[in-house]
């Protein structure tokens, strides 16, 4: 193959390593049923080329990258991924796309060295950043544009993510659970944001994961990584064609122990895909299987961390996650100018969670029995009985809650796409819908116990009942019915060879239904519908210079968990003691983005940048808050208007031997609205625990700044070397919704790696993590200085209200991997 692909991979969205080993073939894997454009991936294996337009220069195999330069020769790439169904393979032009677009593929997720895809996410997308609020690395927050897709149960999300186009934000809390995503299948992620065609929860955007399968994925590949802090990761994968058929499977495995105390992984996923293809015509079986489990440490106060880096509060913080799924996904070309999409899936995700924490519950004024939030109001036993104090005098109580979550979700979408001329000027019509029900089962129970010196919550076998006044703890069982349809169609027509506009919109209906299966107060069925429009256009300047611009809605409707616990008069614990069902509004986004982007092809290289605007509205936006009265407590209320904007810029520069990218991201955040919000900020009115926030407060939890820059550089055929840095600026700790705390620093963060290839089949790597050792937090919020004692401190009043989430200190890993 004459053009050399490897040296476009993911030019408009980050850095992708520049080709593939000296040995890897040029000549891709022939595939008369359905044609895709092969790339030779890192491994040397035939991979389907991420979708980016880029301009290429011509290369022969073998060539010096000190050879004589021959004439620019443009290759056209396409991007299929901007609604929820990829579409004919021919796809979308990039430059008719009236939206910021980010692609990532494989190449740039295996350069991280990571199993887990969020690590290639902040490197390649400006305005991404990655918080562990969890306090583990393989089950992040990730932040986009000031929206988050995260597995945290009562976070409110803002992203949609899509895996082969069944979407899989859970379906009781909407999270994202980034560590069930086999990442050695990853083909590519685009993420697309201002698109209401991706449904719900698409208030920033989405996350569009696309797998490998056989056609696309010739060979096998073992990669085995070990390292600091007990680290020992594998993955192995391998795919053939046979005639019309192809198989594709992929295993990987990680045990990583954590800085931190208690605060182990153990990470174990399968990928398979079958497929058939033949006269255009496509269809594939892929199914999925994970079982993760996490010691998830959580933050930390700020007195602990100063004495030890690795320090936890109140343990154990442990999560369990496993899922299943089976997808049949087909394409059919019914003429030559319409394609037919389909996919229908079946998942089935499990989830416990042990969450030690303080304890409302405490000695009555008679010392026998035991309270709820104060020595007056009786804590209940499962039987109703008020419970006997058996804890030791002096002793301090705390609980360790625990969660079930069990769901099963079946769907369907279909997606047609037609390409005929419209009065004589090319033309894109997509028509789609889709239908998705899910059942859930939630189940929570509280165990006393008493927490010891090394902030570890010892379970006494006495479980709480119903308590509380109002009652905002007890046993928890709930069955949750959604049902989501959505309805959508996009148009893209070419005004002229130049001059392209896209227009269209998604009807959204969600309907939650709400059963308690152990009395009423949970009982409860909402319907939240929606329209939501886009309209957009595209204007080359010149061939190498495109300007886009675009409006666009979506909405958000609240989830059972968010509904299950909306009343400030009886807050619940997140995440696990629901008490009532009042209701919330939907969230509508509102949101504009224009900007520039192009690429060139210079002397060092192939020159690409993009320059962007984004402002997003959010009415009705729904805030998780503190209850006042109870601490630890919370639910969740629509608090508004809030508002997100900033500017992208990013510029990569791309030889075969030399790779450079560079990008910077700020994101503005802030409240429109004045308001009146309970808060657990030191700042907070002492009587009342509420704070007064003001029109023009940053929201807190996301940084104003984000700066990342890297490169990766060929010393020799052989060896090859490179590095990243990242800035993240300073951000307001959550809570501190009123802005009158200081901020959380700011931090950079340096990381290096190298390869060199042995022979045809083995190559070696290292990398280093943190490179100066920095010692960070990229997450703060506030805690409860008195609900137990700083045992650290000989028992002494805790001081500083700041809880962190610390970053990992330095870290050394290396590996091997070998390609067959």
Request: proline share 6%; charged share 15%.
């Amino acid at each position: 193959m004459g053009v050399r692909v490897l040296l476009i991979a993911s030019i408009s969205t980050g850095l992708g390593l520049a080709g593939g080993p000296a040995y890897a073939q040029d000549t891709p894997a022939e595939r008369k049923p359905a044609e895709r454009t092969p790339d030779q991936g890192t491994s040397g294996n035939v991979q389907a080329l991420p979708p980016v337009e880029v301009t290429a220069p011509e290369t022969k195999r073998g060539q010096s990258r000190n050879a004589t330069r021959v004439a620019p020769q443009r290759t056209r790439v396409y991007v299929p991924v901007t609604t929820p169904l990829p579409g004919p393979a021919k796809g979308t032009d990039v430059d008719k796309v009236p939206s910021s677009v980010s692609l990532i593929d494989g190449s740039q997720i295996e350069r991280t060295g990571s199993l887990n895809v969020t690590d290639a996410l902040q490197q390649a997308v400006p305005s991404i950043d990655i918080q562990e609020v969890n306090g583990n690395p393989f089950t992040p927050n990730v932040q986009y544009r000031g929206f988050v897709a995260s597995p945290i149960d009562g976070t409110p999300q803002g992203l949609a993510v899509y895996q082969n186009g069944v979407r899989i934000n859970e379906a009781f809390g909407d999270t994202v659970n980034w560590d069930l995503i086999p990442t050695a299948a990853i083909r590519s992620v685009t993420l697309v944001p201002n698109n209401p065609a991706f449904g719900l929860n698409a208030l920033g955007g989405a996350v569009n994961v696309q797998m490998k399968d056989g056609f696309n994925y010739h060979g096998a590949e073992i990669n085995t990584m070990g390292g600091s802090y007990g680290r020992v990761q594998s993955s192995l994968q391998w795919g053939k064609q046979v005639d019309s058929f192809a198989v594709y499977g992929a295993l990987e495995g990680a045990h990583d122990n954590g800085f931190r105390n208690f605060s182990p992984s153990d990470i174990r996923r399968f990928y398979g895909d079958v497929g058939y293809s033949k006269a255009g015509n496509e269809f594939h079986l892929n199914m999925g299987l994970a079982d993760n489990k996490f010691g998830a440490a959580a933050t930390v106060p700020a007195e602990l961390l100063n004495q030890f880096w690795g320090a936890t509060y109140t343990t154990p913080q442990t999560s369990a996650n496993q899922v299943g799924y089976v997808n049949l996904t087909g394409k059919v070309e019914a003429t030559p100018s319409w394609t037919v999409d389909g996919v229908a899936h079946l998942r089935f995700f499990n989830q416990k969670t042990l969450d030690a924490n303080p304890t409302g519950t405490q000695a009555c004024a008679d010392p026998t029995l035991l309270c709820f939030g104060n020595d007056a109001t009786p804590a209940f036993g499962l039987n109703g009985v008020q419970l006997a104090n058996t804890f030791p005098d002096g002793a301090t109580l705390g609980e360790n809650d625990r969660t079930s979550t069990r769901s099963t979700t079946a769907g369907l979408s279909l997606q047609a796409t037609n390409t005929d001329q419209l009065f004589g000027h090319d033309n894109r019509f997509v028509v789609g819908t889709s239908f998705d029900a899910s059942v859930t089962n939630f189940n929570a129970t509280a165990e006393l116990g008493t927490i010891g010196s090394n902030f570890v919550v010892s379970g006494s076998g006495i479980f709480l009942g119903q308590s509380g006044d109002p009652i905002s703890i007890g046993p928890v069982s709930l069955r949750a019915t959604n049902r989501y349809t959505g309805i959508y169609a996009l148009d893209t027509f070419d005004v002229t060879n130049a001059f392209s506009i896209t227009g269209g919109g998604r009807f959204n209906d969600a309907r939650i239904e709400l059963q308690d299966q152990l009395g009423t107060a949970l009982n409860g069925s909402h319907t939240f519908d929606r329209f939501n429009p886009v309209i957009g256009g595209t204007y080359k300047i010149t061939p190498e210079l495109t300007a886009y611009a675009s409006y666009s809605e979506a909405n958000r409707a609240p989830t059972p968990l968010e509904l299950g616990c909306a009343d400030p008069a009886r807050p619940c614990l997140i995440a696990a003691f629901l008490v009532s069902d009042p209701a919330l509004k939907q969230v509508v986004s509102h949101t504009v983005e224009a900007g520039l982007r192009g690429t060139k092809e210079l002397n060092i290289g192939t020159l690409s940048w993009k320059f962007g605007a984004f402002r997003t509205r959010n009415d009705d936006d729904i805030l998780n808050l503190p209850s006042p009265e109870l601490q630890g407590f919370g639910f969740f209320e629509n608090i508004g208007a809030t508002r997100r904007q900033g500017i992208e810029a990013e510029v990569n520069v791309k030889s075969s031997a030399l790779q450079l990218y560079a990008s910077y991201a700020l994101v503005d955040a802030r409240f429109l609205n004045a308001l009146q919000l309970a808060s657990n900020s030191p700042f907070a009115d002492p009587d009342t625990g509420i704070i007064q926030v003001l029109p023009g407060n940053q929201i807190p939890g996301i940084p104003r700044h984000r700066i990342k820059a890297g490169f990766d550089y060929m010393v020799t055929d052989k060896f090859k070397v490179g590095g990243d840095a990242l800035f993240v600026g300073s951000q307001y700790f959550v809570g501190d919704d009123n802005n009158q705390a200081p901020k959380l620093p700011s931090y950079t963060v340096f990381n290096v790696h190298a390869s060199y290839q042995i022979d045809k089949t083995f190559q070696i790597y290292g990398r280093i993590d943190n490179l100066f050792d920095n010692r960070y937090a990229n997450y703060g919020t506030f805690f409860d200085t008195g609900a137990i004692p700083n045992f650290a401190n000989g028992g002494a009043p805790f001081t500083d209200p700041r809880s962190l989430s610390p970053a990992r200190p330095r870290a050394f890993y290396a590996g091997l991997k070998a390609t067959f």
